[in-house]
Nanobody
Framework: QVQLVESGGGLVQAGDSLRLSCAAS????????MGWYRQAPGKEREFVAT????????VYADSAKGRFTMSRDNAKNTVYLQMNSLKPGDTAIYYC???????????????WGQGTQVTVSS
């Protein structure tokens, strides 16, 4: 099993910054990708950003480009999301995601954190 522990959410004003953290633990033979998704009330969960663990390549949603930045700590299997210039439209529950395998032959598993609330007031 892989557990994802998120932190860093909170209530901020428009223009402020937050840094979300997500630490993965458990049996991880290989980490493929970690990322962030978000879900606002009444809306579907949407992609925010992902990072490939092998080469560190990042992919961002259009809404995140230029404002959000992912980084990682390989030794800790931890990923961060630096969120700058926050807007009220960024208000959502942010979920950490990880795709990993427990062994060389095992199938990859997708894990989700419990989510952390980000609220941006106008």
């Amino acid at each position: 099993q892989v557990q994802l522990v998120e932190s860093g959410g909170g209530l901020v004003q428009a223009g402020d910054s937050l840094r979300l953290s997500c630490a993965a633990s458990g049996r991880i033979f290989k980490m493929y990708v970690m990322g962030w998704y978000r879900q606002a009330p009444g809306k579907e969960r949407e992609f925010v950003a992902t990072m490939s663990w092998g080469d560190g390549n990042t992919v961002y949603a259009d809404s995140a480009k230029g404002r959000f930045t992912m980084s990682r700590d390989n030794a800790k299997n931890t990923v961060y999301l630096q969120m700058n210039s926050l807007k009220p439209g960024d208000t959502a529950i942010y979920y950490c995601n990880a795709v990993s395998s427990e062994g060389a032959v095992g199938i990859p598993n997708t894990s989700w954190g419990q989510g952390t609330q980000v609220t941006v007031s106008s």
